[in-house]
């Protein structure tokens, strides 16, 4: 029986969930349905989802159809925690996207589908709630086919709508034949002689929905049941079965970690290649680009440059084969852990197994050190973002009896379920904050903080994450052995710009050989340790790091005696001394700090314009583009995100109630309005000198 790993994914509130339950009542796995208003579905398992109604968690279920067995996962579909979608998307094998019938294409909906076609995703579309009041099947086909602008194949039509008694009629139309030919020569010469047969226009269906060149549509209900089994007969022809060789050497994804009851971490896996077997001992962890040096490095060709190794490396001559060299990415340390436990998804439920195959997704202990995104066995793709970072931030407030340190070691432990979280802690002023992507998100975390372990907190109020970019180029060095430098080490650096989304990029200019292995990875790993905090105190996500000069006292001792540290370089050295150099360099570089900008859709009646274009001015929204629909005008712009939540509070008053605003980030911009924005520092400070080495010192006491 072949696999299918089917993502469920949506806006908030369009029926994902009772979808779910829908499927798993069809296909035999459960005999009630569960409902998310009572709090008994079989993928909302946490308390808080339950009494919130909504998905928080990703979930995996299982059931059986004729010649497929389905791993189905549910979503969540409220923007703040699009961070569990984009895990899933790297282990689909196809997905429906559900749109509701009555209140459209929602902007969650726009950001999903751009997503899904960016990734190749086969992808069904299910207008749910065609049985609800309000429901019209063609105006939403008409908004889809216009604001998703993808190629849609309508599988039938809804009879009815609005009403208990809707129901759906299945039948390709003839706009079907017309779309299928934009992606086949041979189908639209056939279809412009006269008719194609429906045997071929089928057959072409399902080729071009496995390639996602075309995304059949689907209407229903999951409450009654409408156009359901219709859906089920659509997932098992027109969606693609898993791949992978059972037989080939292991490859595999960890996309969520949870804490099983005695606090032992519980990975969820998809497995890609190979056989997973309890008791195996595998390799695991990020997966890692690894640069000219560091592979050159590890493959023996600069052996015994540690007996050799000069006080200062020479800088690399214009066109040498070492000013060529890059230091790829560091990525994550690799380690083994011996699998004690394996289960697979069948029949709504997990049931242990000695081994799963190629195609599974797992539920796997024993691994203590794993993280979500990490590789097993074999590293595949690395792990990618797919959506926007997050772009608040809030300081968390212990409560009375709240221990700090407990509330650390919480945060840190949800970080671990949920990497984008982001715990920051700042030592000098005994202050934890996460970053965030919305309010909704901030509650989830304050309940589950005091549900699940017992910590009652507060949040300050939210603030916009910012970023810095350097303005221009800026070099620094400091010499071993010579003022102001106390550290036995020589450093330069030289700091450039890089496109947004480039990423910090860390290249040698010196040879290769004139310097221990150790050194090179402990000045790269700072360096990027040290960019999180700009000179503003932001992160510095996008630049390109070159280390010009090098150099170190190799290891002395004296007779009878052991290695005397205090003549001889160490990694502390160079650790110690790289964030002044580069402070120094960025200085001379210059940053700017950049806040995030969300772009906008707004609706609103046109008689409102007069009163809302000089609100939106105020908030600094810039109106791109306008254009009407009927008796409304819609604007397209950007707003900086910090004024979004102001705009949607104000948006009511200003338009009667019938403004319809969708906002989602789409880029940083430099900050034009008001003071540059600065946020307090979390480390020992190697802007201030003087600073930096007395907190060294006192680190070191």
């Given at each position: 029986m072949h696999l299918l790993n089917l993502g469920i994914l949506a806006h908030v509130d369009a029926g994902k969930t009772s979808l779910t339950e829908r499927l798993l009542h069809t296909a035999g796995v459960i005999d009630e349905i569960g409902s998310v208003d009572d709090g008994n579905t079989r993928t909302d398992t946490l308390a808080l989802e339950r009494r919130r109604g909504i998905t928080i968690k990703s979930a995996v279920v299982s059931f059986p159809l004729d010649g497929v067995t389905v791993n189905l996962i549910d979503t969540p579909g409220h923007p703040d925690f699009i961070a569990e979608v984009e895990r899933v998307l790297g282990i689909l094998d196809g997905a429906v996207l559900v749109v509701s019938a009555v209140e459209g294409v929602q902007a969650q909906t726009r950001v999903l589908m751009r997503t899904l076609r960016r990734l190749g995703i086969p992808t069904l579309i299910f207008v749910n709630k065609i049985d609800r009041r309000g429901a019209n099947g063609s105006a939403v086909l008409e908004q889809m086919t216009r604001r998703l602008g993808v190629p849609l194949v309508p599988m039938g039509g809804p009879v009815s709508p609005g009403t208990r008694a809707a129901r759906f009629e299945p039948g390709l139309g003839p706009a079907a034949a017309e779309v299928l030919a934009g992606h086949d020569d041979d189908l639209l010469a056939a279809y412009l002689d006269g008719g194609v047969p429906g045997s071929r226009l089928y057959a072409a269906l399902v080729a071009q929905a496995r390639r996602s060149l075309v995304h059949p549509v689907y209407f229903g209900s999951a409450v009654t049941g409408a156009g359901v089994p219709e859906l089920v007969t659509g997932i098992e022809r027109l969606l693609p079965a898993a791949g992978g060789d059972p037989a080939g050497p292991l490859s595999a994804t960890v996309f969520k970690v949870e804490r099983g009851p005695a606090g032992e971490k519980v990975a969820y896996a998809r497995i890609f290649s190979g056989t997973l077997r309890v008791r195996d001992r595998i390799p695991f962890g990020g997966v890692r680009e690894r640069g000219d040096f560091a592979g050159a490095w590890e493959e023996g060709d600069f052996a015994g440059a540690w007996e050799e190794g000069g006080a200062v490396g020479r800088r690399a001559g214009a066109g040498r084969a070492a000013g060529s060299r890059t230091a790829g990415r560091t990525g994550e340390g690799r380690q083994e852990g011996r699998v004690t436990a394996l289960s697979v998804f069948e029949r709504a439920g997990d049931i242990p197994r000695h081994s799963a195959g190629a195609g599974r997704i797992v539920k796997i202990r024993g691994l203590g050190g794993i993280r979500i995104g990490d590789a097993l066995g074999t590293p595949g793709r690395a792990y990618e973002h797919h959506f926007a970072p997050?772009?608040?931030?809030?300081?968390?407030?212990?409560?009375?009896?709240?221990?700090?340190?407990?509330?650390?070691?919480?945060?840190?432990?949800?970080?671990?379920?949920?990497?984008?979280?982001?715990?920051?802690?700042?030592?000098?002023?005994?202050?934890?904050?996460?970053?965030?992507?919305?309010?909704?998100?901030?509650?989830?975390?304050?309940?589950?903080?005091?549900?699940?372990?017992?910590?009652?907190?507060?949040?300050?109020?939210?603030?916009?994450?910012?970023?810095?970019?350097?303005a221009g180029t800026g070099h620094a060095v400091e010499f071993n052995r010579k003022d102001p430098n106390p550290f036995l080490a020589t450093v330069g650096l030289r700091v450039e710009p890089a496109p947004p989304g480039a990423g910090v990029t860390f290249r040698l200019e010196v040879e290769l050989g004139s310097m221990p292995y150790a050194f090179f990875k402990a000045v790269e790993d700072t360096v990027r340790e040290t960019l999180g905090q700009g000179l503003h105190g932001w992160r510095i996500p996008d630049c390109t790091v070159t280390m010009t000069h090098?150099?170190?006292?190799?290891?002395?001792?004296?007779?009878?005696?052991?290695?005397?540290?205090?003549?001889?370089?160490?990694?502390?050295?160079?650790?110690?001394?790289?964030?002044?150099?580069?402070?120094?360099?960025?200085?001379r570089a210059g940053t700017v700090v950049h806040e995030p900008v969300h772009s906008f859709r707004l609706e609103a009646p046109a008689d409102s314009l007069g009163t809302l274009l000089p609100v939106l001015a105020r908030l600094g929204a810039v109106p791109e583009r306008t254009a009407a629909a009927g008796a409304a005008a819609v604007l397209e712009g950007t707003v900086p995100a910090a004024r979004v939540h102001e705009l949607e509070q104000r948006l009511p008053g200003l338009t009667r109630g019938e403004g319809e605003l969708e906002t989602a980030f789409d880029h940083y911009a430099p900050v034009t309005r008001g003071a540059v924005p600065e946020r307090p520092r979390t480390d020992h400070n190697p802007l201030n000198r003087k600073e930096y080495l007395l907190n060294l010192t006192h680190r070191t006491d």
């Amino acid at each position: 029986m072949h696999l299918l790993n089917l993502g469920i994914l949506a806006h908030v509130d369009a029926g994902k969930t009772s979808l779910t339950e829908r499927l798993l009542h069809t296909a035999g796995v459960i005999d009630e349905i569960g409902s998310v208003d009572d709090g008994n579905t079989r993928t909302d398992t946490l308390a808080l989802e339950r009494r919130r109604g909504i998905t928080i968690k990703s979930a995996v279920v299982s059931f059986p159809l004729d010649g497929v067995t389905v791993n189905l996962i549910d979503t969540p579909g409220h923007p703040d925690f699009i961070a569990e979608v984009e895990r899933v998307l790297g282990i689909l094998d196809g997905a429906v996207l559900v749109v509701s019938a009555v209140e459209g294409v929602q902007a969650q909906t726009r950001v999903l589908m751009r997503t899904l076609r960016r990734l190749g995703i086969p992808t069904l579309i299910f207008v749910n709630k065609i049985d609800r009041r309000g429901a019209n099947g063609s105006a939403v086909l008409e908004q889809m086919t216009r604001r998703l602008g993808v190629p849609l194949v309508p599988m039938g039509g809804p009879v009815s709508p609005g009403t208990r008694a809707a129901r759906f009629e299945p039948g390709l139309g003839p706009a079907a034949a017309e779309v299928l030919a934009g992606h086949d020569d041979d189908l639209l010469a056939a279809y412009l002689d006269g008719g194609v047969p429906g045997s071929r226009l089928y057959a072409a269906l399902v080729a071009q929905a496995r390639r996602s060149l075309v995304h059949p549509v689907y209407f229903g209900s999951a409450v009654t049941g409408a156009g359901v089994p219709e859906l089920v007969t659509g997932i098992e022809r027109l969606l693609p079965a898993a791949g992978g060789d059972p037989a080939g050497p292991l490859s595999a994804t960890v996309f969520k970690v949870e804490r099983g009851p005695a606090g032992e971490k519980v990975a969820y896996a998809r497995i890609f290649s190979g056989t997973l077997r309890v008791r195996d001992r595998i390799p695991f962890g990020g997966v890692r680009e690894r640069g000219d040096f560091a592979g050159a490095w590890e493959e023996g060709d600069f052996a015994g440059a540690w007996e050799e190794g000069g006080a200062v490396g020479r800088r690399a001559g214009a066109g040498r084969a070492a000013g060529s060299r890059t230091a790829g990415r560091t990525g994550e340390g690799r380690q083994e852990g011996r699998v004690t436990a394996l289960s697979v998804f069948e029949r709504a439920g997990d049931i242990p197994r000695h081994s799963a195959g190629a195609g599974r997704i797992v539920k796997i202990r024993g691994l203590g050190g794993i993280r979500i995104g990490d590789a097993l066995g074999t590293p595949g793709r690395a792990y990618e973002h797919h959506f926007a970072p997050p772009t608040l931030e809030s300081v968390v407030v212990p409560g009375p009896g709240a221990d700090r340190r407990s509330l650390h070691l919480a945060l840190t432990q949800l970080a671990e379920q949920d990497p984008l979280i982001g715990v920051r802690h700042d030592e000098l002023r005994g202050e934890t904050s996460v970053s965030l992507y919305g309010e909704v998100q901030k509650e989830v975390v304050q309940a589950t903080l005091a549900e699940e372990y017992g910590l009652d907190v507060a949040f300050r109020e939210t603030t916009t994450l910012c970023v810095e970019r350097p303005a221009g180029t800026g070099h620094a060095v400091e010499f071993n052995r010579k003022d102001p430098n106390p550290f036995l080490a020589t450093v330069g650096l030289r700091v450039e710009p890089a496109p947004p989304g480039a990423g910090v990029t860390f290249r040698l200019e010196v040879e290769l050989g004139s310097m221990p292995y150790a050194f090179f990875k402990a000045v790269e790993d700072t360096v990027r340790e040290t960019l999180g905090q700009g000179l503003h105190g932001w992160r510095i996500p996008d630049c390109t790091v070159t280390m010009t000069h090098c150099g170190y006292s190799p290891r002395q001792s004296h007779a009878h005696q052991g290695f005397d540290k205090s003549m001889s370089s160490t990694g502390y050295d160079f650790r110690a001394l790289t964030p002044l150099v580069l402070a120094e360099a960025l200085r001379r570089a210059g940053t700017v700090v950049h806040e995030p900008v969300h772009s906008f859709r707004l609706e609103a009646p046109a008689d409102s314009l007069g009163t809302l274009l000089p609100v939106l001015a105020r908030l600094g929204a810039v109106p791109e583009r306008t254009a009407a629909a009927g008796a409304a005008a819609v604007l397209e712009g950007t707003v900086p995100a910090a004024r979004v939540h102001e705009l949607e509070q104000r948006l009511p008053g200003l338009t009667r109630g019938e403004g319809e605003l969708e906002t989602a980030f789409d880029h940083y911009a430099p900050v034009t309005r008001g003071a540059v924005p600065e946020r307090p520092r979390t480390d020992h400070n190697p802007l201030n000198r003087k600073e930096y080495l007395l907190n060294l010192t006192h680190r070191t006491d």
